[in-house]
């Protein structure tokens, strides 16, 4: 599966983005869903993820703040952003993790198997 993230962008503190995750060539309902950021000098981390069964996890950071969402008749993956902080400033990647429906999302990027171009998200204060 191909994938490509948009949607990024500056924005100021406390607003709003809605990042988007296109797939081609194979069909998103095989996978379960995640999105990752990496700020320079910084790790790739875990920001969200969506099971096939549309469960979904958050890391604590961005928990009350994020939603990760999927709409597979359109082979698309979002993720609304709110209440935006300079700490979420970073390179978003989306990623497709093959699983059968009932296992639960997974948090590390080593277990990812396809990932997309970044967008980048920068938030000013």
């Known amino acids: 599966v191909q994938l490509q993230a948009s949607g990024g962008g500056l924005v100021q503190a406390g607003g709003s983005l809605r990042l988007s995750c296109a797939a081609s060539r194979r069909a998103l309902n095989q996978y379960h869903m995640g999105w990752f950021r990496q700020a320079p000098g910084q790790d790739r981390e875990f920001v969200a993820a969506i099971t096939r069964s549309y469960n979904a996890v958050y890391a604590d950071s961005v928990k009350g703040r994020f939603t990760i969402s999927r709409d597979n008749m359109k082979n698309m993956v979002y993720l609304q952003m709110d209440s935006l902080e300079p700490e979420d400033t970073a390179v978003y990647y989306c990623?497709?993790?093959?699983?059968?429906?009932?296992?639960?999302?997974?948090?590390?990027?080593?277990?990812?198997?396809?990932w997309g171009r970044g967008t980048q998200v920068t938030v000013s204060s």
């Open positions: 990623a497709a993790d093959r699983q059968i429906v009932t296992a639960p999302a997974r948090t590390k990027a080593i277990n990812y198997d396809y």
